[in-house]
């Protein structure tokens, strides 16, 4: 059974205090926080970096899941190793020549890789990655197109979801963009473990009972399973 893991987004946190807003997710209950690092070519927005994560690593011994909506992830694997970043996952629309490469790299820097995918890009293609000798350690499927937070979860990418649980029981699969209290069930049901959450956890009254909530979908979600 994979163990349920809640990852805030810190995309929607306030920048200007990431320190505490770290924190202040983990005494609510966030397993692992959410790291969009975004280079202005492969998304249009431009979010973080490297010298953010290390900074934020000095605050903090939480997880720092990062994902990298970049065109050149081997470019960022070193500093990120150096930074502290927990988690290192780069999309598969980007790394057709060279993920055997990139895997390695992130392995060998003490980082977990993961693979990701646009909603248009069909979940085949992250089966290689899967099926090596040396394979990624999670697939994160998109929700909503990558590059800003805040937009509609589209439920058709649960079909994603659902053909990764079967063919990979023990895979992390995580899920990313407009996950809340009213879309967490269809993704828990389809298998996803790891949610990503921004808005509708730093959005709330009370971010430790939205984390308490989607947290509690995915367990109940795998008892019925």
Not at 53 to 60: D, F
Not at 183 to 194: E, R, V, Y
Request: glycine letters at 8%; a negative charge.
């Amino acid at each position: 059974m994979v163990q349920p893991k809640i990852a805030p987004s810190m995309l929607s946190s306030d920048f200007a205090n990431l320190a505490s807003e770290a924190e202040r997710m983990i005494r609510c209950g966030a397993d692992w926080l959410h790291m969009d690092i975004m280079d202005g070519h492969f998304v249009p927005n431009l979010t973080i970096g490297a010298p953010v994560i290390e900074s934020l690593r000095k605050h903090t011994k939480a997880y720092l899941d990062c994902h990298l909506m970049v065109t050149n992830p081997i470019d960022y694997v070193e500093p990120f190793g150096k930074a502290g970043a927990s988690g290192f996952t780069f999309h598969v629309e980007v790394s057709k020549d060279n993920w055997q490469e990139l895997v390695q790299k992130i392995k060998a820097k003490g980082m977990k890789p993961g693979i990701s995918l646009k909603p248009g890009t069909p979940v085949e293609e992250v089966f290689p990655l899967l099926e090596c000798e040396n394979p990624v350690e999670m697939v994160l499927i998109m929700t909503v197109e990558p590059g800003f937070g805040g937009q509609k979860f589209m439920p058709e990418m649960m079909d994603k979801v659902r053909v990764l649980r079967k063919k990979y029981p023990s895979l992390d699969i995580e899920v990313d963009g407009g996950l809340g209290p009213s879309t967490i069930d269809l993704a828990a049901s389809a298998g996803a473990n790891c949610i990503v959450a921004g808005s509708s956890v730093f959005g709330a009254p009370d971010p430790a009972h939205v984390i308490s909530l989607l947290y509690k979908s995915v367990e109940n979600a795998q008892k019925s399973s």
